[in-house]
């Protein structure tokens, strides 16, 4: 089996060094590949990258699991429905440091980063992404496409919707909802209910505005991978 990690930006580049330390466990990859549509980027960190349109011509379904290595919750659905809709497989990674619990459940593509704790009797959506030390209590349930930072502590019962994007170091009070496709901005403190499709922040965190465009991140880097790549 070999494993392609669906973009080639910093998220990429992390989740390689994760999927490197998976691999040295479980032996589970005989090789890793990046893929991106739009970095032109020939190799980065001494791997291929190729467009999707190359991976469906020149891989075989049942050889290639792929994982979205993308932190915008609305990119990671369109991605992830490309990848379903194609015949290929969503790839679980988490890290050997990370217990999962019997009773937890964990959909198709879920990425647990180090350091994380994951509680019991909780459900996890598809491709959900969990930073590093991340925490999820139990009795939770986190939607599909879904990104939990870093620091985020989500206490016990709570319910995150899908393409809901948490900040770096937000904790969540036990038995809070947040909607769907809602942004909770870094440092905010949650301690009451938080409807979808809006912007929150603060301490209580209240909505702010609505989530018009759907996107978290709206600034570049001053200098692109590809950039970078070309400089080394």
Not at 39 to 58: I, N, T
Not at 135 to 150: A, F, L
Request: with cysteine; proline share 5%.
């Amino acid at each position: 089996m070999d494993l392609g990690i669906y973009g080639a930006g910093g998220l990429g580049r992390e989740l390689l060094i994760l999927a490197l330390q998976i691999n040295e466990v479980e032996k589970r990859w005989n090789s890793i590949i990046f893929i991106d549509d739009d970095c032109g980027l020939p190799a980065l960190k001494g791997r291929q990258v190729y467009p999707f349109e190359e991976v469906k011509q020149k891989y075989n379904r049942s050889i290639l699991e792929i994982v979205v290595a993308v932190g915008e919750p609305q990119i990671r659905r369109k991605l992830r429905e490309r990848i379903n809709d194609k015949g290929f497989r969503l790839a679980v990674l988490i890290h050997p440091s990370v217990n999962i619990p019997g009773d937890t459940s964990l959909g198709a593509g879920t990425t647990i980063c180090k350091n994380c704790f994951v509680s019991c009797d909780i459900a996890i959506g598809e491709n959900v992404l969990m930073q590093p030390c991340a925490s999820i209590g139990h009795d939770s349930q986190i939607g599909n496409d879904t990104v939990i930072s870093s620091y985020v502590c989500v206490a016990g019962g709570c319910f995150v919707g899908h393409e809901t994007y948490i900040g770096l170091n937000v904790p969540i009070k036990e038995n809070i909802r947040i909607g769907n496709q809602t942004i909770v901005g870094m440092g905010s403190v949650v301690t009451r209910d938080i409807p979808g499709q809006v912007i929150a922040m603060g301490n209580p965190a209240r909505a702010q505005r609505e989530n018009v465009n759907h996107k978290v991140f709206n600034r570049h880097l001053p200098v692109s991978p590809a950039e970078r790549e070309k400089t080394k």
